[in-house]
């Protein structure tokens, strides 16, 4: 197993809509060890974290995948998106949940010592639950 | 033991009134990791956790339960509730107690190395000791 991490910047702010997912391949199952989110712009936000209810028929515009923390390790298979030709739905249950202040820097970092784990094809996504900061700063570790 | 979360919602301000809570079954004695609250609406709260003085008596209305973080993992036996047909009464001792500013975003995250242990049918409860925040998240991370 090899560790794997990324940075993304979102601006999708609208409430009741996608911010940011992560997608496992068609040959990888791999578990989220941590995530964080750090507000850009000064708006109280919240989010929540959770499969999406469509979890397996998403498809992410432009994927952007991890990349390896030992370059020696094999490309990573596991893709974010800020964009989706078919984007994530709500999440009937959430994960996580959290409500941030109204400065730039806040956020929160959730750490799942276990990982989270994204079966084959499905992923997570950050979800808006409010009009959300004009910029979000993700980054993600993840196993392969 | 596989690892099982939720991201909940609360809008029960009131005082001296439970505005979360989360039992076992009656056939599962899960262990309380993490549990995490932050506002939404701002208003100086505090809340407290807790056993419920009628515990072992909680009525849960619509109960959600928890997620698997693996996904491999059999469904969660322990349920949430905002409402109640039986409502946790105020626990007779703290286990945590905690005051926020008048702030959005503010919060804390408690975590329980060990685990917070529920017995079979009962559980824990979140206490509004004050005319709380109107909106409020939790989260609550529970090995079963």
């Not at chain 1, 820097?105 to 989270?116: E, H, K, N």
């Not at chain 2, 029960?12 to 899960?30: E, L, M, R, Y």
């Not at chain 2, 928890?66 to 409402?83: C, F, K, N, R």
Request: with cysteine; proline share 6%.
């Amino acid at each position: 197993m090899a560790i794997y991490s990324q940075t993304a910047l979102t601006t999708v702010t609208t409430t009741g809509a996608p911010a940011w997912d992560v997608k496992a391949s068609s040959v990888n199952s791999p578990r989220v060890m941590e995530i964080g989110l750090s507000l850009g712009a000064a708006t109280a936000s919240t989010y929540g974290l959770g499969r999406p209810a469509n979890d397996g028929s998403v498809a992410q515009t432009t994927p952007v995948l991890l990349n390896a923390e030992n370059p020696n390790d094999p490309a990573s298979q596991t893709g974010t998106a800020v964009a989706w030709g078919t984007a994530p739905t709500a999440p009937t249950i959430f994960l996580r949940r959290v409500a941030t202040v109204a400065a730039i820097t806040g956020g929160v970092l959730w750490t799942f010592p276990r990982g989270l784990s994204c079966a084959v094809s499905k992923g997570l996504v950050v979800w808006n639950l409010a009009t959300n900061s004009a910029s979000l700063h993700v980054w993600i570790v993840v196993d392969e | 033991m596989p690892l099982y979360s939720g991201g909940f919602n609360s809008t029960v301000g009131t005082t001296t009134a439970p505005c979360f809570d989360i039992k076992a079954s009656a056939t599962n004695s899960p262990r309380l990791l993490e549990l995490a609250i932050s506002v939404t609406t701002a208003a100086a709260s505090t809340y407290l956790i807790g056993r419920p003085g009628n515990d072992g008596s909680v009525a849960q209305s619509s109960a959600t339960l928890l997620q698997a973080e693996d996904t491999l993992a059999p469904a969660a036996q322990t349920g949430t509730a905002v409402a109640w047909s039986t409502a946790p009464t105020v626990p007779a001792a703290t286990l945590r107690r905690v005051i926020f500013p008048n702030t959005v975003g503010a919060g804390i995250i408690w975590t329980f190395p060990r685990g917070i242990l529920m017995a079979v049918s009962k559980g824990l409860v979140v206490w509004n000791v004050a005319a709380n925040s109107s909106s409020v998240n939790f989260v609550v991370v529970v090995d079963e």
